[in-house]
């Protein structure tokens, strides 16, 4: 899912070429070739793409296999590239399905924050007054508190489940999207045309989401990535602290909690899931930075 | 590229020709400049040979993305990163700027050579004083006393005519009107006493008065110090005031330069032509109503057209020939052996012999023009400042005064002042986007087409009607209505109510053409959207009804149809501003206000809207109301004028007779500074000092006193001007006015 690249605004500077509407994996390959760190991040998150969507394929073993005979040498071996864990079970195998939760749970819950973020945003630029000032000090009260410390509470209080990670990624994050999409409102909504909609008589509603709404779309798209990377890390941390997914199923942050013990031992097991919540938040952040160059120069 | 028809100046011309040769100031040989960025690189400039010689004014014309900027930039070697210098060489006094060490170019820069640019906002330090940022000056190039180098300031601001200089100097930027603060730009320039001073279209954002002001200041500074001039417009009018010599630049290179007169006179290349025609006459009589039309250049300037080997103008020029035009580099040539005067074409004989094409006149009659539809009295517009807390501050902005008048089915009425003067307060007020606080806008329908008003004569084919009997009185709100009309259902009151508020039919009857071809689409919306949307939503066309509508739109503003899949982005501003017509079109509506319609776009297009504008009224049962801070454009379109000055009409009448005298001193103020791109224009008698006076107070007598050259001391600041009446044409003044009867307000 993380491969799917929405239409970027290009500002071109001849007005005559690119006449008809491209197509829409050509904008796609143009955005992740516009810039060279974005197509680093590309390729990094088509790698872990690939291993989430065809994890049981690309496996030999299931992630929960637990056989204690292969603690004796859990070193990475011909039969389990990356070794095994303290239960003995396969490295690679927790790993690759390990990606397919954080790439469901991360996406939605920011996917959840975007639009939540984005009705409130637009709610508190369009109509300003006491809508503005509400949303605003609601958004700024919640941003007042550590966040961790917010999952923490939530959690703690309505259990460790993917949905509850959801909804708390995605209440916790939606007062910045909010933000975001409230300062371009108050730039576009004074445009002309939002000038010549209201002279239509075109509905507030049709003149959020239609005439403001595509335009915010170049920050919240970058943001929508970067805030993929910081949900990747805040999954990883749930995970570590114990209130992430419940095990037994392969979690990154948990297969970190579990082996940080036997670092200084075994230090595959520990190092071996931090290494894939690194890039797969780098792959994001690349990526993030490739359609901002992208968006600048097309 | 060297041996190009170039003025030759290493050594004397043979004749001893006009131009000052040993001794230019800037000397510009074969200039090129490239651009090199990821897609390839680009010439931004190619073969641009020019001199300046000390004490003299050169003008650098074209239009936007021609290379003006590049040439100042080049010049004071401050190419931005991707860009660089491939050929030629820049003379500053006899030595290559290239080659100069990073020392001696700081030496140079802001010493020697000075720049104005044209935002004076993003020149000036908004946290530093004025005075600060003079003595800067100085005390960077080798002064060492900071008293004198205050001295110097306080003089230097006298010099650019900024009032109390020495309370100036304790001012920051942000307390200054943007005329103000361009005079403290120039100030600050001329500090270093430079020998070059590069102007990069320094008056564009500012009001015709202020720009007269300007320019004005600048020639006698000029004089005074012997600075030598580097300016760059796409103004034809300014550079004429202004410079003895002009270069016209197109795709970046050099098409035509001579002396100012040789250029305005007898233009020799097919785009210097075009722009010249491209203008609305400022001497014929007035014609109003747009029904002359006016001569547009085809096509844009491409990025595709710099690479040409031949002349880049090809593609839009009437006169082309592919063998002599495309197939080689083309030299510039003196016109009719003139060393002076050359222009960059090979076929200068067949522009030449080439007569302008005669500008048709089209006729108008159709049934209910000159009916009134809108009819302003007394509308008002009051802004209650908030003060702390949201409690109401006392202090109101008085933004539009008992504005009346009165827009006609078929006609154009026009409504010109100074920025602040509450002209696009009332277009906002009539569209509805704010209330008006007082005072009634009555919107009428017009009478079905029977009814013909018995064979009004048109104003512009008879200038000798004076009495117009058809026209409403502004003051006289209801007047007379057109025959066969019942005024109950006819009519409705919008003056007092927004947008929201207004019946869906009364919304489709008034649209919009806005300013700024940026904003004025959606971004994010293809053109085909931005057109079916109005189609569907007021006139519930079905989508297939909408598809076939839309075509229509799209001939109608002469528009290829396949524009229609593309974003604005990838469309011209002149293409972009046509599809804002095209919209304001799609609701069928009976009243369409322009703000601005062309003041954003190049001369080359503006004629193009223009004569779209003109077409429009023909059909006879639109009215035009135009906004506009351009006099040659309302002098062209308007069939009506009222003239605005702190949210008042200080003059309104039929457009022959506005334009004739008797004036209202303002009126003959902004006639005068209007620039004229005529070199003989004579210079404006009249420069208004001063600025506008705050909105936020209420003026016991007239808003114009304070800047009045004719004011009539003790008696204009303390009582409301009398609306003298000549006829039709109405004058708020307290002067009296030859031939006119005293009304009281």
Known sequence: ?298 | MAETGDRVREWPMPDGATAPTTTAMLTLDGLGVEANGRRGSSRILQDVSFDIAPGEAFGLVGESGCGKSTVALAVMRYLGRGLSLTNGRILFEGRDVAAMATAELRALRGNRIAMVYQDPMSSLNPVMTIGRQLIEVPLLHGETDAAKARARAIAMLGEVRLPDATAMMERYPHQLSGGQQQRVVIAMALMAEPKLLIMDEPTTGLDVTIEAAILDLVTELRAKFGTAILFISHNLGTVARLCDRIGVLYAGRLVETGSIRDVFKAPAHPYTRGLLAALPEHKAPVAGGGHRRLSPIDGTLKAADRARTGCAFAPRCGHVEPVACETRPIALTAVMGDGAHMARCSRLAVVAAAKPSARTSMPAAAANRGQVLLALDKLSKRYDLTGRFGFTSGASIYALSDASMAARAGETLAIVGESGSGKSTLAKVVSGLIPATSGSATLRRAAPHSSAPGGRLREAESPGATEDTGALHTSAPGGRLPTGESPGAMQEEIGTVGVDQRSPDTRRRIQMVFQNPDSTLNPSHSIEFALTRPLRQQRGLSRADAKAEVLKLMERVRLPADLLRRKPHQLSGGQRQRVAVARALAGQPDLIIADEPVSALDVSVQAAIVNLLGELLETGDLALVLISHDLGLVRHMADWVAVMYLGRIVEYGPASQVFAAPFHPYTEALLEAAPKPDPDASAPAIVLKGNMPSPTERLAGCGFASRCPKKIEGVCEREMPPVRQFGAHTIACHRELSGGATTSV
């Not at chain 1, 390959?29 to 680093?40: E, K, N």
């Not at chain 1, 389990?80 to 079970?89: P, Q």
């Open chain 1, 1 to 298: 899912m993380t491969e799917v690249l929405p239409r970027l605004e290009t500002r071109d500077a001849d007005a005559d070429v690119g006449g008809t509407r491209d197509p829409w994996l050509a904008v796609g390959l143009r955005v992740l070739t516009a810039s060279p760190i974005g197509t680093i991040g590309g390729v990094i998150l088509l790698f872990w793409a690939i291993v989430a969507l065809f994890a049981p394929w690309l496996t030999a073993y299931p992630p929960n296999r637990i056989d204690y005979l292969l603690i004796a040498d859990p070193y990475p071996s011909r039969a389990h590239w990356l070794g095994v864990d303290n239960l003995g079970r396969d490295m690679w195998s927790r790993i690759a399905h390990g990606a397919r939760t954080v790439l469901t749970v991360a996406p939605i819950a920011v996917l959840t924050a975007a639009i939540l973020g984005s009705i409130l945003g637009l709610l508190a630029g369009y109509r300003g007054g006491w809508i503005d000032a509400l949303i605003t000090r609601i958004g700024d009260t919640m941003l007042a508190f550590p966040k961790i410390i917010l999952y923490l509470i939530i959690i703690a209080k309505f259990g460790a489940s993917a949905f509850n990670i959801i909804a708390v990624i995605g209440l916790t994050s939606a007062p910045i999207i909010a933000r975001i999409v409230r300062a371009v409102t108050l730039d576009v909504k004074n445009r002309d045309y939002v000038a010549a909609a209201r002279m239509r008589g075109e509905s507030a509603a049709y003149i959020m989401l239609v005439e403001i709404l595509p335009n915010v779309r170049g920050p919240l798209i970058v943001d929508f990535f970067l805030r993929l990377g910081y949900t990747t890390i805040a999954i990883g941390v749930l995970g570590f602290l114990g209130v992430g997914l419940p095990p037994p199923d392969p979690d990154w942050g948990g297969m970190v909690k579990e082996t940080y013990g036997l670092l200084f031992v075994y230090p595959h097991m520990t190092l071996i899931p931090c290494l894939a919540i690194s890039t797969l938040v780098i792959g994001f952040n690349f990526l993030a930075t490739g359609l901002k160059e992208a968006g600048q120069d097309g």
